[in-house]
Structures are given as structure tokens and as C-alpha cells.
């Protein structure tokens, strides 16, 4: 017998030996005692994904901005206003694991960011913005400190989230070849939903928009997963299921036809090549930082460019863009020196008047702009610690080891690609749902499965 084992000689009761036999045990109807089923541990008796983290996930893919008195919410936005108060108490009592210095490094974040918003732009225009960034900030983080707590919580939700991006990749395709935008117009037969952004065709070939608000965004949020559904799904899918999953996902991004999610894409494959043929080698990290400073100081002082200007202008479709973009940095940059203390809030930005588009394509440098030094440093460094501490955390086993390295290298990607793009939106709320999710590796101080259980199958002594 495979699938199961006996608790005790003699006994007719079944006990599930794994995590991934208590699965196969479940389907195939068996069932054991109340003393059997308190044997496993908490992560094997959790089937299914807690309903806030569903309907937070499938919000960001619903494109409707539903009429709410005078405002009109998203449905992402509304299921974080209802979780972001129980998800904060839950905090507060211990129940996403030890308080970390990034917990309160993001709640500083948000308070600066609204004062300095009521500095700038006075306290009538100040009360929804500052609202919006609360609520998609902490909203997002803490709902995935609170409700991902295991590496099964974990990789049920890389799973869910890979699923719908493969269940959008017909529509996709058909948006890819014929321009029409098939998500938004069907959604936007029941309410209002984000406009149709009509842009030239790359190669022949339309932008994909799909449910977000542009095709940036429609590739970095697909793009985000390859490493996730390659990695973080181990022991829910045999190597093959996760190599045609990370794919499907990975080419779904594609479709997106813009330059800083395809970088992405090419960097996460890089790092899981990496990670794939130096696995045996323990310092790998290590000398891919040194080869990366290496690097870094070639361009320095052997390039006319700064890192930041050959990063830029290399890693886009048009050489024009590449070069709008380092413009941008220039002119940002100085903003920030002007303004340091409370940024510009939601105010233009001093530019050329040859520089008519008002966006800034620097998620990090936007930061600094809008709310100031100080913001930025609170959130940059809020993301450092729980990133490094992350990276430091070792001994693990190898699910929660895998979990680990996925999460980190879609983050390190966020960071690299937030340098070309802006984040908005779902995708905001989504980079903070998925560098919440990743905490709990810091709370993994033993085998994923209990010692009791461990010492109950006679696998320690």
C-alpha cells in the first residue's frame, strides 16, 4: 500500500505517510479518526486557499470599476477595504507570526506618504489618495502576512494565480492577433471597466492589454509568475506539469509585446538556469554577485554611460524609448533634489517642454517624486531587510528551500523591472501581496512536517 500506512500494528486505520499522501488519502476517500487527523500537522489539514485570498486574486483580474456612493472601486480595492482592519488585529494578536521591523517599516511608509500629501496638496485632496495607498499597501501586505503562513498556502496560491493567467491566454492570443481587447469589452457589458488602450502594433503583432489598464502591466503581472510556477509548485506537480505551467505562463507574458516585462522574463531565466546548473555549488549566489559587481564596474569606467543609462538603453524595443527613459531619470532625479522632504504629490513634474508625457517609467524614482526621500527610504528598506533576511534564512528543507529562491528571484525581478516601468493599480497591490506572501520563510525553523508527526512515521528518533 502506497498511498497510506497503518497507525499502529494491527490497526485498520489509515494515516497518510506525506503531505502529498494526505491529498491522494482524501481523494480517494479515505478517512481517518480524530486522533489520526491530529497527527498531521496544521499545513496538512488546510485544503484550500482562505476565501479573502481568492477573491483578492480574482479581483485583480476583473477589470470593473463598481459604483460605491462617489467613488468607483475596483474589485480588488473592495475586498481589501473589508479584509485591511481584520487582517491589521490579526497582526496585532500573533497571528502572521512575529512582528517584523518591515511590518512597521511600511506603516511609516504610509503615514509619510499621506502627510506628505497633506502638505503638498492640502487635506480635501488628500484624503483619497492617501486612503488608496493605505489600503493597497498595508491591505495587500498584510493580507498575505496573515493568511499565507506554510509553504502549502504558499504554493496553492502560485498554482491559483498560474491557473487564471493560462485560463486568459485564448483571449490573449486573440487580442495578439486581431487588436480587440475581448476581456474588457465582454466585463464592460455588466459595468464600467478600464479604458481600451490602443497602441501601434509591435512586428505585426497587437499589445496585449487584457483586464489591467496597460500592456506594461499585463506582462509584468503574467510575468511575475515564471519563476513561481517553475519552482514554488514542487510536490503539487511532477517536474514535466511545472515545466508546461511555467511556459504557458511565461509565453502568456510575451504576448504583452513590451520591453520591460520580456527583460524580466530573460532574467528570471538566467537565474533559474543558474540556480539549475550550479545547484550543487552552495556559494552560486555568491559569485553571481560578484560576476553582477564585476559587471557593474566594467560599464562604470569603461562605458561613456552610467549603469543606470546602459541598463535603460539596452533593454527596450526602440532606442528612442531607452533614451526617453534616461531623460526621465535625469529630470526625475533632479525633481527629487528639489523636492526631498515631501515630494510633489500628485502634481506635474518640472521637464522640457520637448517632453510632453507626464508619466514617469521608474516605479522606485516615482516613489521619491510623489512622497519624498524619506517614503522612499522607509519602503526601500523595508523591502531590503525582509529580502535579505530571506536570502540569510537557511537549513531548510528542500520545498520550503525551493519556495525560498522562487521568492527571491521574483522579487529581485520586480526590482529590475520597476526600474524601466511604473507599478499602478492591481499591480501595485499585487507586488506587495506577493512580497508579504514570502515572510512566513522567515517563521520556518524546523521540517515543513511536525517532529511529533515526524517521530509518530519512526522518521526521528
Known amino acids: 500500500m502506497n498511498a497510506v500506512t497503518r497507525s499502529q500494528p494491527g490497526d485498520a486505520r489509515l494515516v497518510p505517510r506525506t503531505l502529498k499522501e494526505a491529498d491522494d488519502a482524501r481523494r480517494s476517500g479515505i478517512r481517518g479518526t480524530k486522533r489520526d487527523k491530529a497527527l498531521l500537522p496544521p499545513e ?17 483580474m476583473v477589470p470593473w470599476a463598481i459604483p460605491i456612493g462617489p467613488l468607483a472601486l475596483s474589485v480588488y480595492r473592495i475586498v481589501l477595504l473589508i479584509a485591511v482592519i481584520p487582517c491589521l488585529l490579526a497582526w496585532l494578536r500573533g497571528r502572521a507570526g512575529p512582528k ?37 499597501t498595508m491591505g495587500a501586505y498584510m493580507l498575505a502576512r496573515v493568511c499565507i503562513r506554510t509553504p502549502q498556502d504558499f504554493s496553492r496560491m502560485v498554482l491559483f494565480v498560474a491557473k487564471a493567467i493560462v485560463c486568459m491566454m485564448p483571449f490573449a492570443i486573440y487580442e495578439w492577433l486581431t487588436g480587440t481587447n475581448l476581456i474588457l469589452l465582454m466585463f464592460g457589458t455588466v459595468y464600467k471597466t478600464e479604458t481600451i488602450v490602443v497602441m501601434p502594433p509591435r512586428m505585426g503583432l497587437w499589445r496585449v492589454q487584457g483586464p489591467f489598464s496597460h500592456t506594461i502591466l499585463f506582462g509584468t503581472f503574467c510575468g511575475s509568475m515564471l519563476a513561481l510556477a517553475g519552482m514554488a509548485t514542487i510536490g503539487r506537480l511532477s517536474p514535466k506539469a511545472r515545466v508546461i505551467l511555467a511556459g ?3 509565453f502568456t507574458a510575451l504576448l504583452s509585446m513590451s520591453s520591460a516585462p520580456i527583460g524580466g522574463l530573460l532574467f528570471q531565466l538566467m537565474l533559474l538556469m543558474w540556480n539549475k546548473t550550479l545547484g550543487g555549488f552552495a556559494g552560486r549566489w555568491k559569485l553571481l554577485w560578484a560576476i553582477v559587481f564585476a559587471g ?3 560599464i562604470e569606467f569603461g562605458s561613456n554611460q552610467t549603469p543606470v543609462q546602459f541598463y535603460i538603453s539596452h533593454f527596450t524595443f526602440e532606442q ?16 527629487v533634489a528639489n523636492h526631498p522632504l515631501f515630494g510633489i504629490g500628485l502634481g506635474d513634474w518640472e521637464r522640457p517642454v520637448w517632453m510632453p508625457e507626464s508619466s514617469v517609467d521608474n516605479f522606485w524614482l516615482l516613489m521619491a517624486m510623489r512622497h519624498g526621500l524619506p517614503a522612499f527610504l522607509l519602503m526601500t528598506l523595508s523591502w531590503l531587510h525582509i529580502w535579505f533576511s530571506v536570502a540569510k534564512h537557511k537549513s531548510l528543507d528542500p520545498t520550503v528551500d525551493a519556495c525560498r529562491i522562487a521568492y527571491l528571484i521574483c522579487m529581485t525581478t520586480f526590482v529590475f523591472v520597476g526600474s524601466t516601468v511604473h507599478f499602478w493599480g492591481a499591480v501595485y497591490a499585487w507586488f506587495f501581496f506577493l512580497g508579504g506572501s514570502g ?11 511536525s517532529s511529533k508527526y515526524r517521530r509518530f512515521q519512526g522518521r526521528e528518533p
Open 296 to 298: 557593474y564596474l566594467l
Open 44 to 60: 496538512a489539514k488546510q485544503e484550500r486557499l482562505a476565501w479573502p485570498l481568492k477573491l483578492f486574486l480574482i479581483g485583480l
Open 100 to 136: 517584523r521591523l518591515a511590518d512597521f517599516g511600511f506603516l511609516l511608509f504610509c503615514s509619510w506618504a499621506a502627510i506628505a500629501f497633506f502638505v503638498v496638496q492640502g487635506v480635501e485632496e488628500s484624503i483619497e489618495p492617501a486612503g488608496i495607498l493605505f489600503i493597497e
Open 320 to 335: 528612442q524609448t531607452g533614451w526617453y527613459r534616461i531623460w526621465i531619470f535625469d529630470y526625475g532625479s533632479a525633481s
Open 248 to 250: 504557458l505562463v511565461g
Open 439 to 449: 515572510v512566513w520563510i522567515l517563521d520556518t525553523t524546523r521540517p515543513t512536517l
